[in-house]
């Protein structure tokens, strides 16, 4: 039997399979997110006068932005009540190609349609270089015409373990909704130095993972927290038998 393991290594903590091992507070589980969100994940913030301010305004323009300042029918929208960022957006299908269907968006499209979207809202996202910051990790048309891109959240080239994206595309081509769990970019960061070793964290893998280990691949990767902040980790993965 063949068995894999993955354990992160920071300053203060010793992860494994998304749970604390040593030290430090409990680990996030990986992003839940799914082709159909689903309305009960939605966690309404808890905000100050300020942040309920400035929600309001960005819901607003969101609104503005695609259908018009005078539009009845609005937006959706649902806050992550942790990080202060939509989990989950919704754009109403323009009236004017409202009832097409057919087959998929081709990739180039898809991808060109689900990026402007993104850049468009980074205000909204709290997302300094969409670009930069969601890197595709996968693409799938469904039965019914809609492209699905998810996307990968990086920060400073290196993976925010468990935070990703996705971003549904109509058959015609215009987003239809994106959802997901993600940290806001992080401001006035010094730049990150790894607080452990390689060495040490090659080392403190396989004391857990026991005598059956064998490190694979090693890569660096940054641990989100429920308050917006991140964690410089060592990642480690390996298998055995």
Known sequence: MIRSFVVTVCSLAVLSHGSAIAGGSKTPSAAGTSRHFAAKNAVQRIASADERARMAADAQAFTARYLGASA????TIQWDGQQGVPLFL???????????????VSAIPARSSAAEFLKTNA???RITDPVAEFHETAM???????????????????????????????PEGTVESLNGRYVPTPVNRPADVAAVSVERARSVALDHCGPWGNVKAERMA????????VTYCRGISGAGG
Request: net charge neutral; charged share 25%; no cysteine.
């Open 90 to 104: 919704r754009v109403p299908q323009p009236s004017q190609v409202r009832g097409a269907g057919g087959n998929a």
């Open 222 to 229: 940054y641990l989100p927290d429920d308050a917006g902040g």
């Open 72 to 75: 009845a029918q609005k937006m």
């Open 140 to 170: 799938e048309a469904d039965e019914m015409g809609f492209t699905h891109l998810r996307y990968e959240q990086r920060y400073r080239g290196a993976e925010v373990w468990g935070r990703e994206i996705l971003v549904h595309v109509r």
């Open 123 to 125: 205000a909204l996202l």
